[in-house]
């Protein structure tokens, strides 16, 4: 067990020295290090800015009931059933007559648990839609539970679209957390102004295009909307295309308007869709149409082909990036409301750092004295894996570019405490088998070999638990996990590889002495 093979001694000391060197940019500023990487530091270190979003999921609602209003029409028509007068009534309720030789029919395909139009959810027992039924007409509208579908949908949908925003902005190590069925928790540490932010994520960024119409009495209905300056204009709320087609974003200048643009391009489904929607309305009016105000609306000339096009309006060359961000990251199915906002300032961060930092010092130096004066040498060289672990640890979350929090810093003072108990375990053992055993060296391999069931359970346990915490936890808690699982993996290390070639340095060096320990 004490046995190390001269690649093996290399080996280890090339890993230990290399991890050591990268922990060592986080200490010493200079340009000469060869890895330029750092710990990134939590909101409660950093300081920052919290954010506690709320979505607005009615017009996700109105959006499902279109959606399900067109899949309702097309699977009467499939299914041969006679109806009539099939429409959307205050934005929530489909209805629709069937005559009475079908009335049967149309029931049981609403009703039962197999329904291709009205999903079942086993875990709720219940349909995606209440029905209501007076004769012959159907009403329709979405179930307690149906919502709660469409709202965690909706939920999931908006994360991701924050998420992709902040990362468009280059925001260092955010946390984006869900909250109950309707709210997301967005961390941004190092974020003291964070306007812009708050600017990005306030807009919907919901991109439709949809003719201008005349006609109020439209199945879909319509509905007045407002250009910038104030003009008014009645557009259908059918919805030729939307923003998910889009492909990408950019801002220009037009040489020729010599205005500030976003150009766009669709993807292959949303160019069919738009050629065939301009192909058959030309001469009618599309208006394009951000977050319920009308940009543009320009006559259809010819059939647009190409798949691409272009939004004007009064951009600066900063709005228009924004918009192209926007467009580029996606809409958000839902708007966010800002109900709870926090800035935590650097001064406090500091002053928890400084608190962590002194609680290690203080731990770290009464850690010392014990081992130095319970094992004499083989206390030093507890002490010095000691010192090596910490370096390991602080490496390896460097390489990673990991986040530090305050708990994480727990979590590096607890690594500590378990770093010390296994080479107590360690030298406990040894002096019993030193005991029964004349030869030093074969007394400190037993030693080392009958030790490692017991640290290895421990240790073991305890990375299980970092485990759980990491996947069911959140936010600080996640970043305690982090540090005690990487902190055992570098503590097994330490211990049985560090501690263990120091120690069969020098007992192969002293081991004519009487007493080693």
Not at 306 to 329: E, H, M, P, V, Y
Not at 377 to 386: H, P
Not at 459 to 487: C, D, E, Q, R
């Amino acid at each position: 067990m004490l046995y190390f093979s001269k690649l093996k001694i290399i080996l280890v000391i090339i890993f230990t020295l290399l991890l050591s060197y990268l922990s060592l940019s986080n200490f010493i500023k200079s340009d000469d290090f060869l890895f330029q990487r750092n710990l990134n530091l939590g909101l409660d270190l950093q300081g920052g800015s919290y954010l506690l979003l709320e979505i607005d999921n009615e017009p996700v609602i109105i959006q499902e009931v279109q959606t399900k209003f067109l899949q309702i029409k097309k699977f009467l028509k499939d299914k041969k059933i006679n109806f009539k007068n099939i429409g959307i009534l205050n934005d929530k309720d489909i209805t629709f007559e069937i005559y009475t030789e079908d009335l049967d029919k149309t029931k049981k395909l609403f009703d039962d648990k197999d329904s291709e139009i009205n999903p079942y959810y086993p875990q709720y027992k219940s349909h995606q839609f209440e029905i209501n039924i007076e004769q012959n007409i159907f009403t329709l509208n979405f179930s307690k539970y149906g919502l709660i579908q469409i709202k965690g949908s909706s939920q999931n949908q908006a994360i991701e679209i924050v998420r992709r925003r902040i990362d468009e902005i280059g925001t260092n190590e955010p946390n984006i957390l869900k909250r109950g069925n309707d709210r997301i928790l967005v961390e941004l540490p190092g974020l003291n102004n964070p306007d812009r932010i708050k600017s990005l994520l306030g807009k919907t960024a919901n991109l439709t295009f949809r003719f201008v119409s005349q006609n109020e009495t439209e199945s879909f209905g319509t509905e007045k909307l407002f250009f910038e300056n104030g003009t008014e204009a009645i557009v259908s709320k059918r919805i030729v295309l939307s923003g998910d087609n889009l492909t990408d974003a950019k801002p220009r200048m037009d040489n020729q308007s010599n205005e500030t643009v976003v150009t766009f391009n669709l993807d292959r489904v949303g160019a069919k869709k738009f050629a065939k929607a301009t192909s058959s309305n030309v001469g009618k009016k599309l208006a394009i149409i951000l977050d319920g105000k009308i940009i543009s609306a320009p006559n259809i000339i010819e059939p647009i082909i190409g798949g691409s096009g272009q939004i004007t309006g009064n951009f600066t060359f900063q709005s228009a990036t924004d918009l192209a961000l926007l467009l580029r990251s996606g809409a958000l199915p839902a708007p966010l409301n800002i109900i709870e906002e926090r800035t935590v300032g650097p001064d406090l961060g500091q002053d928890s750092i400084n608190a962590g930092i002194i609680s290690l010092i203080i731990g770290f130096v009464l850690v010392i004295f014990f081992m130095l004066f319970k094992y004499k040498v083989f206390g030093l060289i507890a002490n010095i894996t000691l010192i090596f672990n910490l370096l390991l640890l602080i490496g390896i979350l460097t390489l990673f570019e990991a986040t530090l929090t305050l708990p994480g810093i727990a979590g590096i003072i607890l690594t500590v405490g378990m770093a010390v108990d296994a080479n107590v375990l360690i030298f406990e053992r040894i002096k019993e088998e030193v005991k029964n055993e004349k030869n030093q060296i074969l007394a400190f391999d037993s030693g080392y070999t009958k030790s490692r069931t017991t640290i290895l359970d421990a240790n073991v346990t305890t990375l299980i638990a970092a485990i759980i915490l990491f996947i069911l936890g959140s936010g600080p808690i996640k970043g305690f996990s982090i540090t005690l699982g990487v902190g055992i993996l570098t503590t097994l290390f330490s211990v049985y590889f560090i501690a263990r070639l120091l120690t069969s340095l020098y007992v192969i060096k002293n081991k004519f002495k009487e007493k080693l320990i």
